[in-house]
């Protein structure tokens, strides 16, 4: 009876010890299969061609506001905003009420010195002959001096007038302001506004650490929205030599030579500079997380079974890949697949 005793406690025994192990089992089986399952990659550095990638308007090379140099009224505007003009064109015709009496002292200072001269030229053969004297001589050749200053000054008044009168274009280009009509007043505004559109520029801003890969001659792709999948070459033609406190940024002049005036002055480009070369890590674009509501990106770092949430400063696109500008060491293992239950230093299970 003892022994039937004994028996039965020791079954009894391994039973609850078989029972122990499989709930160890199954409790860590249970922990295995709470792990998210992500998949990895090693990242590294390589060269990278750095790109600077600017956006700005396109400005006219030149601009002249047509004016008018005193008050007048409008009488005829030859041409309309967004007319393209050729140097020397007729642009307008302002009243010439006060042409004629300019006419007229031109006419009496002409006639003035015709006289002072018919008398000092009778002064210097009487001087020759000895009936004159050398002062009377003298004083006939100021007034005659004075005589073509007067001539002079009068045929310029004239011309101004006569300007101010018929408005032309000083250079090629393309009407972009009309400010007044025919019959109005000129007033503070120009009449007309005509801009030198080839070529064109457009003025980017550029970061303060670009500083030095920025140079005076460097070439430039410039591409705009009006032309979708075509490419115009530029030139950097100026580098302000001044940063700018508040933005710390300088400007940099970009010009566009603009065959058949496509490019118009208010268009939207981009242009895009090659900064040189430069080591920078490369993730898989799948390796990028962006934090909903936020413009920030994280990527998610594998590490000794657990994985950190480290946030990255994104540059340029690489195909299916993204330049790293910080967050994320060479050699590292980054998870390309199975972020969506993730959170910085959770437990997860790798797959290939």
């Known amino acids: 009876m003892k022994y ?10 391994g039973a609850l010890s078989a029972c ?3 709930d160890k089992s199954n409790e860590k089986k249970t922990e295995e299969e709470t792990k998210s399952l992500v998949k990895i990659e090693t990242v590294n550095e390589r060269e990278v061609i750095q790109e600077g990638n600017y956006t700005a308007t396109v400005e006219p090379d030149l601009i002249n506001n047509i004016s008018a140099s005193s008050p007048n009224r409008i009488k005829q ?6 007319m393209r003009v050729s140097k020397g064109q007729k642009l307008a015709v302002l009243d010439d009420v006060n042409t004629t009496s300019y006419e007229m002292q031109v006419a009496n200072a002409k006639a003035s010195l015709e006289n002072v001269k018919l008398n000092y030229d009778r002064a210097v053969e009487l001087l020759k002959i000895g009936g004159g004297t050398q002062q009377n001589v003298d004083q006939m050749q100021l007034q005659l001096t004075n005589a ?4 002079a000054n009068a045929e310029r008044t004239l011309q101004n007038v006569r300007e101010n009168t018929v408005l032309v274009s000083p250079i090629t280009g393309v009407v972009t302001a009309r400010n007044y009509d025919p019959g109005d007043m000129t007033g503070t505004l120009p009449i007309l506004t005509v801009a030198r559109v080839q070529p064109v520029k457009i003025v980017i801003n550029v970061s303060e650490n670009e500083l030095s890969k920025v140079n005076k001659g460097m070439p430039a792709v410039v591409t705009f929205d009006t032309y979708p999948g075509e490419t115009f070459e530029g030139t950097v033609s100026m580098v302000s030599p001044t940063v700018d406190v508040n933005s710390r940024t300088f ?4 010009t566009v030579q603009n065959p058949g005036d496509r490019i118009l002055p208010g268009m939207f480009g981009r242009v895009k500079l090659n900064l040189g070369v430069a080591n920078h890590v490369v993730v898989p674009d799948r390796a990028v997380v962006k934090q909903p509501g936020s413009g920030n990106h994280y990527v998610y770092v594998y590490s000794d079974g657990k994985v950190s949430y480290n946030k990255v400063e994104l540059g340029q696109r690489l195909g299916d890949s ?3 500008i910080s967050g994320v060491e060479p ?5 390309v697949s199975g972020q969506t239950k993730l959170a910085d230093g959770a437990e997860v299970t790798t797959f290939k």
């Not at 039937?4 to 025994?13: D, E, K, Q």
């Not at 073509?148 to 001539?151: R, S, Y």
């Open 148 to 151: 073509q200053n007067t001539l």
């Open 20 to 22: 122990s192990g499989a």
């Open 251 to 254: 400007g940099a002049e970009v």
């Open 322 to 324: 993204y330049v790293l």
């Open 77 to 82: 505007i030859f041409v309309d905003e967004g």
């Open 331 to 335: 050699g590292s293992q980054v998870v």
């Open 4 to 13: 039937i005793y004994l028996a039965s406690i020791l079954v009894s025994l």
